[in-house]
């Protein structure tokens, strides 16, 4: 049997069903397992404590898949995963031909290393662990029964892969069946092309969807900055939304034609969108030189810290951006904040804003607090999963 040992004392996270066993809470492991075998996970005084995948690459040694001792973890078990996973999201399904919704949210739906998205008639896998590549096939064909969807890509790369020794795999999972390059989907009446193959993650945002619509109901006659824009998320529900202008800066030029693109497809594309490929550290800069102002402003920054380790360096990033765009917002300007950083917990986010706050000379009023959308669920025992932080800040001078 295939067994990891844990260090004396080490149990408590398992017991609370914190799903990552880290290398330094071993004592040892029998059995001589392959990289995704099943191990039987015990205390050191040999108690169970749960069913976990072997990564032996990786910091995060182990990765829960069950703490009860009589599961068994087969195909019947991804099959059954998977299904709660949808069902858990029944409410949100629209089931309409176009229709774009994260399925499966790795650890927050037990499902370690597993994210899963639809796209249209689409589905893209995400697997970025040892254990989920173990078992692929069982949840590619788990996935196809649950929602009746043929077409499976895969989109298996990223940073969490290489720390887990993994090489990128990228490709439609049936050879012959190719995804178009632009997958067009719906949301909330606003048509974007998704390029599962290129794009970012698994080629769209999907954790924005409400955040974009509470800046589409407050654009209307505003001036808007839409910072790190990516394909248009936010800028093309400000448009929609009525905004008097609309500037969108990314460093991406590539991002940006696209977002042309979704402007022209949705009928979007008139004299009150501008572009601005570069830097948004420099452009914020610029602006100010310029003197020019705007009513709202979104920074929703890539992850500036993965890890914990990078956590100060990132302060200093968001400090930055969110120091310099209170600076441009006229008075009772309104500021989305984000942070998707797992290294940057919620309340040292709501904290350097402060900083940038006092700093920038302007006082900050809290409206909402924003997440991921609910088909990013975050499990109570799993509180990392919720990686998105964000504030709708309400300003004045
Ligand atoms: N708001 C988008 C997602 C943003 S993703 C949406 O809702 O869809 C982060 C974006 O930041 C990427 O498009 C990337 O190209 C861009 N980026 C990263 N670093 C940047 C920088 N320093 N200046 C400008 N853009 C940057």
Request: proline share 4%.
């Amino acid at each position: 049997m295939k067994k990891l040992i844990l260090k004396p004392g080490r149990e408590k996270s398992l017991q609370r069903r914190h799903p990552w066993v880290f290398s330094g809470a071993i004592a040892r492991v029998d059995g001589d397992p392959l990289s995704g075998d099943t191990l039987e996970l015990r205390s050191s005084t040999g108690g169970f404590l749960g069913w976990g995948a072997w990564s032996p690459q990786s910091q995060i040694s182990a990765r829960l898949w069950d703490t009860h001792e009589r599961t068994v973890v087969d195909d019947a078990f991804f099959r059954a995963r998977v299904e709660a996973a949808v069902t858990r999201r029944a409410h949100l399904l629209a089931g309409e031909p176009r229709e774009a919704i994260r399925l499966v949210h790795g650890e927050s739906d037990g499902l370690p290393g597993v994210t899963i998205d639809r796209f249209a008639d689409w589905i893209v896998v995400q697997l970025t662990s040892a254990g989920a590549w173990r078992w692929r096939d069982a949840i590619v064909e788990a996935v196809r029964e649950v929602t009746g969807l043929e077409k499976v890509f895969e989109r298996s790369d990223g940073e969490v892969l290489t720390l887990e020794g993994l090489e990128p795999r990228i490709g439609p999972v049936t050879p012959e069946v190719e995804p178009p390059e632009r997958i067009a989907i719906e949301e909330a009446g606003l048509v974007f092309g998704v390029d599962v193959r290129h794009g970012h993650k698994t080629g769209f945002y999907l954790d924005q969807r409400d955040n974009r619509a509470l800046v589409r109901d407050l654009a209307t006659d505003r001036e808007v900055l839409d910072c790190f824009s990516y394909t248009g998320g936010f800028a093309l529900n400000a448009l929609a939304g009525g905004a008097a202008s609309v500037t969108a800066v990314d460093a991406s030029g590539e991002a940006l034609a696209q977002l042309r693109d979704h402007a022209r497809d949705n009928a979007l594309a008139d004299d009150r969108l501008s572009t601005l490929e570069g830097d948004v550290f420099q452009a914020l800069r610029r602006f100010r030189d310029q003197n020019r102002k705007f009513d709202l402003i979104v920074l929703d920054p890539p992850k500036f810290a993965p890890t914990q380790a990078m956590a100060e360096r990132a302060a200093r990033g968001y400090k930055d951006i969110n120091l310099w765009a209170m600076k441009l917002l006229k008075p009772d300007g309104v500021l989305f904040t984000f942070s998707c950083s797992g290294g940057v917990n919620r309340g040292l986010f709501q904290q350097i804003v402060a900083g940038a706050a006092i700093d920038a000379g302007v006082e900050a009023y809290v409206l909402h607090h924003m997440t991921a959308a609910a088909d990013h669920p975050v499990t109570l025992t799993f509180p990392e999963g919720e990686y998105l932080k964000g504030l709708m800040l309400a300003t004045d001078r």
